[in-house]
C-alpha cells in the first residue's frame, strides 16, 4: 500500500459535525482525497463553508454520499474504493431520550452496517469514534485514572441510555470484527468532554453548559468535573489512529489529562473574557441542594450523579504509542467560548 495521502481514498461519515469537520479539514490539509456521508446532499454546501471557515477550498479532492446510518442505502458507493474509514457519524438518536429502543438499537446497528460495508469493499482499517462513556462510568473509584483497560459496564444501575448505548455499540464493534471480519483493522478513539473552536454555528452538545454559563442561565455552578479535549486534537489522534501499524486493534483515549470542575470553567470564562462574560455566575451550588433539586427536576439527575465523581483519564497511551501532544484543556474551554461569541450564540 502506497503511504503517499494524494493516492489514498477516506471516506469520513458524518462530515457535517464538530468532529466530522474537523476531520475533514486535517484530512484535506494532508492531501488525502475524502468522501464524506451526508443524510441529504442539500447539505453539501454547509459543509464546503465548514471547511472554507478553515482556511481550505477542497475542489474535486471531496466528494459526497447521501444515506443514513439507519438504512443500508448507498453504503457499499460510500465506502468503494477507500483505504480507510473514520466512522465519526453518532448513530444515537437524541430524541429518544431514556428510551433504550429509539438510542441503543440505532447505535449498535449503525456502527455495524459501516464495518460490514467496510469489511465487503475490502477497507483497510477503520477508525471508530466511541466515546470516554465507554470506559469511565463503572468499576473504578476515588482518583485512580481510566485507562484503555478499563469498561463501562452497560449493566450498572442508574447509568444513563446514552452511555449505556455507547459501551453497547463499542463491544458490538469489537465482537463483529473478531468473528465476522477477521482480515478488517480497527481501532476506536475514546473522548471525554469535546471542546474547541467550531467551524460552523451549528455547535456541539458540548457548548451548551458554555452557552448556559455565558447567558446567565446557569445562576450558580454544581461542584461536578469534566475531563476535557480539544477538536482538534480529537480530529488528530483520528488521522494517527487511522495510518500508525501499531493503532490496529486498539483503543485511545483521547483527553488532555485535565479535570475542570464547573466553577473553574466559570472563573476562567469571568477571567480571560472580559465583558462578554458579565452574566457568568460566581457562586458554587451545594452538594446538597443539587440533590435535593434532581428529586423535583428531572435535568438534575445526571447532573446529581456525577457531584464528587472525578473522572481522571489517562493519555498516556496516545502519547507513547501514537506520539500524540493534546493542548491544554482551558485553551479548548476559550476556543469554545469565543466561537459561541462570534456566531452571536
Given at each position: ?44 454546501e454547509?459543509?464546503?463553508a ?17 444515506t ?33 429502543e ?7 446497528d ?41 469498561w ?25 470484527v ?14 471525554t ?55 490496529a ?18 472563573a476562567?470564562?469571568?477571567?480571560r ?41 489517562s ?9 500524540w501532544?493534546?493542548?491544554?484543556a ?10 459561541l ?5
Amino acid at each position: 500500500m502506497t503511504n503517499d495521502p494524494t493516492q489514498l481514498e477516506v471516506l469520513v461519515t458524518g462530515g457535517t459535525g464538530f468532529v466530522g469537520g474537523h476531520c475533514l479539514l486535517q484530512l484535506l490539509q494532508a492531501g488525502y482525497r475524502v468522501r464524506t456521508t451526508v443524510r441529504s446532499l442539500a447539505r453539501r454546501e454547509e459543509v464546503l463553508a465548514l471547511l472554507r471557515e478553515g482556511g481550505i477550498d477542497p475542489g474535486e479532492r471531496l466528494t459526497f454520499v447521501e444515506t443514513d446510518l439507519g438504512q443500508d442505502r448507498n453504503w457499499s458507493e460510500a465506502v468503494a474504493g477507500c483505504t480507510f474509514v473514520l466512522h465519526v457519524a453518532s448513530p444515537i438518536s437524541l430524541a429518544g431520550g431514556q428510551n433504550e429502543e429509539n438510542t441503543i438499537r440505532p447505535a449498535v446497528d449503525g456502527t455495524l452496517r459501516v464495518l460490514r460495508a467496510a469489511r465487503d469493499a475490502g477497507v483497510k482499517r477503520v477508525v471508530v469514534t466511541s466515546s470516554f462513556a465507554a470506559v469511565g462510568y463503572s468499576g473504578k473509584s476515588g482518583r485512580e485514572p481510566f485507562t484503555e483497560e478499563d469498561w463501562t459496564d452497560p449493566s450498572v444501575g442508574g447509568l444513563s441510555v446514552y452511555v449505556r448505548s455507547k459501551a453497547i455499540a463499542e463491544k458490538a464493534a469489537w465482537d463483529f470484527v473478531r468473528a465476522e471480519a477477521p482480515g478488517l483493522e480497527l481501532t476506536t478513539v475514546n473522548p471525554t468532554a469535546i471542546f474547541g473552536p467550531s467551524l460552523g454555528p451549528d455547535i456541539s452538545s458540548a457548548f451548551e453548559i458554555l452557552q448556559g454559563l455565558l447567558e446567565g442561565r446557569i445562576k450558580a455552578c454544581p461542584r461536578i468535573d469534566l475531563s476535557v479535549v480539544d477538536v482538534r486534537d480529537v480530529a488528530d489522534l483520528h488521522l494517527r489512529a487511522m495510518t500508525a501499524p501499531a493503532a490496529a486493534g486498539q483503543r485511545f483515549l483521547a483527553t488532555s489529562g485535565e479535570v475542570l470542575s464547573l466553577p473553574a470553567i466559570a472563573a476562567l470564562l469571568r477571567a480571560r473574557l472580559g465583558d462578554a462574560a458579565a452574566r457568568v455566575p460566581t457562586r458554587a451550588l451545594p452538594n446538597l441542594l443539587v440533590r435535593v433539586l434532581a428529586l423535583f427536576r428531572p435535568p438534575l439527575r445526571p447532573v446529581a450523579q456525577q457531584l464528587g465523581k472525578r473522572k481522571e483519564a489517562s493519555n498516556a497511551k496516545a502519547r507513547q504509542v501514537l506520539g500524540w501532544k493534546p493542548r491544554g484543556a482551558e485553551e479548548a474551554i476559550l476556543a469554545s467560548a469565543r466561537s459561541l461569541l462570534n456566531y452571536g450564540l
